[in-house]
C-alpha cells in the first residue's frame, strides 16, 4: 500500500466548486494585486486569529522580516531564536541586519526553552522570536513573563500552527505580531507561495504593509527603503475558500495523531507529547528513534514516505558558522536534528493508510 507523506487531493476535490469560482472571480475582475479579494482575505484571518489587523506578504519569511522592519529592528539588535526551527526564522533577523541569538529548547514540545532565555539576554536583545513548531504552542506563559519583565517584543513564528490555540487563545493573538506562512504544504496552504503578519497595533500594521509595498503608501511617494513582497488576489481568493474549512481539517489531523498515538507501541519509537494548554493542530506529526534513517528506510520499504524535518539544527548551519557555535552547544535541538522522522499527516488519509503506517511502524 502507498501512503505518501503528503495528498491534497481529497481536500481539493470536496471544495473544488468553490476554489473553481474564487479564481473565476478574480480572472473575470482583472484584479491580481491590492483587490477587494485581499482585504477580504486580510478581514477573515484577522478575526479567525482574534488579531486586529493582517497583511497579506509574499510569504513567511518576509512576513517576519517585515514585521521586525516594522518594529524597527536592524544592526546591532538581537534577537533570541530556538536553535531547532526552519531557517526561515533566523533568516528573518539576519535580514534586517540584526544577530539571532540561538537557545535550546525544552525536550517534551520542542518549543523555546523558557528557562535558558535569560542567560541569552543582553542590552542589544530587542525581542524573543517563539516558534510554534509542528503546530503546537509551548512555555507561551513563561516565556511572556520573560518579555515583559525585560521590556522585549514578543513575536510568534506561526508558520505551522494555523488554528492552534493556547489556554484557548488563537495563535496569531498571543504575542505581539505573528508572522504565518501558506506554503501549499501549510494546514491553511496557497496554491503557491504566500504569507501574512498578524499583529495587534493597527500603526504596525500600516508600516508592514508599506514596507511590503516597495516602502510607498501611495504610488510613487516612497516613505522606507522598501520591498515588494504582496499576497496575490489569486491566493487571497484561495485561502479565503480555504479557510472556511480550517478548523474540520485540523480536527482530522488531530484524530489521526490520535490514532497514532494510541496505535504505535513500538518502544523503539518516542511519540510526542501535547501541551495540557495547547490545541495542537500537528502540521507534523514527529516521532523520535534511534537508527532514524533505518526507520525512514523501513518506511520506505513499505511504500510509506517519511521524512526529517529538520536535520541539521541553527546553529550548525555553514550559513551561521560565523556565529562561532559549536557542536554540543545545544543538546536538545542536535538530538531532534538526529533523531525525529515526521509521519504521514494529512486530511484525507484513509483508514487503511493509517493502520498501514502504525502496523509498519510497529514491525521496525
Known amino acids: 500500500m502507498n501512503v505518501p507523506f503528503a495528498d491534497f487531493s481529497v481536500m ?4 473544488r466548486d468553490q476554489l473553481d469560482a474564487a479564481i473565476r472571480r478574480v480572472v473575470d475582475a482583472n484584479y491580481f494585486i491590492g483587490s477587494p479579494e485581499n482585504k477580504d482575505f486580510e478581514d477573515r484571518f ?3 486569529c482574534g488579531a486586529n489587523a493582517c497583511v497579506g506578504c509574499g510569504n513567511g519569511l518576509d512576513a517576519l522580516q517585515l514585521i521586525l522592519r516594522a518594529y524597527g529592528i536592524g544592526a546591532g539588535d538581537e534577537l533570541i531564536v530556538p536553535a531547532h526551527t526552519f531557517i526561515a526564522t533566523g533568516l528573518a533577523v539576519t535580514y534586517v541586519g540584526a544577530k539571532p541569538v540561538f537557545v535550546d529548547v525544552e525536550p517534551h514540545w520542542y518549543c523555546l526553552d523558557a528557562a535558558q532565555i535569560e542567560d541569552a539576554i543582553t542590552e542589544r536583545t530587542k525581542a524573543i522570536m ?5 503546530g503546537q504552542v509551548g512555555e507561551f506563559q513563561a516565556v511572556r513573563e520573560i518579555a515583559d519583565k525585560h ?3 514578543l513575536i510568534e ?3 505551522q500552527a494555523h488554528g492552534a490555540r493556547y489556554r484557548g ?5 498571543l504575542a505581539d505580531a505573528a508572522g504565518f506562512s501558506f506554503y501549499p504544504g501549510k494546514n491553511l496552504g496557497a496554491f503557491g507561495d504566500g504569507g501574512a503578519a498578524v499583529c495587534r497595533d493597527a500603526a504596525v500594521a500600516e508600516r508592514i504593509r508599506t514596507y511590503g509595498n516597495y516602502g510607498a503608501r501611495t504610488k510613487y511617494q516612497h516613505v522606507y527603503k522598501g520591498v515588494n513582497s504582496r499576497l496575490d488576489s489569486v491566493q487571497a481568493a484561495v485561502l479565503s475558500v480555504k479557510l472556511e474549512f480550517l478548523d474540520r481539517w485540523n480536527a482530522e489531523r488531530r484524530r489521526i495523531a490520535g490514532r497514532y498515538k494510541k496505535g504505535i507501541t513500538n518502544p523503539s519509537i518516542r511519540l510526542p507529547q501535547e501541551n495540557p494548554d495547547a490545541e495542537h493542530v500537528w502540521h507534523i506529526f514527529p516521532v523520535m528513534a534511534e537508527g532514524r534513517d533505518a526507520l525512514i528506510a523501513h518506511l520506505r520499504d513499505q511504500g510509506i514516505t517519511a521524512l526529517c524535518h529538520y536535520p541539521v539544527p541553527m546553529h550548525l548551519h555553514q550559513a551561521y558558522a560565523d556565529l562561532g557555535y559549536a557542536p554540543g552547544r545545544f543538546p536538545v535541538a542536535e538530538y531532534i536534528a538526529s533523531h525525529e522522522v515526521s509521519l504521514p499527516m494529512y486530511y484525507g488519509m484513509t483508514e487503511e493508510q493509517i493502520d498501514h503506517v502504525i502496523d509498519a511502524a510497529n514491525r521496525f
Open 12 to 15: 481539493h476535490t470536496e471544495i
Open 46 to 48: 484577522a478575526a479567525y
Open 130 to 134: 517563539m516558534v510554534h513548531i509542528y
Open 151 to 153: 521590556g522585549l517584543l
Open 157 to 159: 513564528d506561526a508558520a
Open 169 to 173: 487563545q488563537r495563535t496569531g493573538s
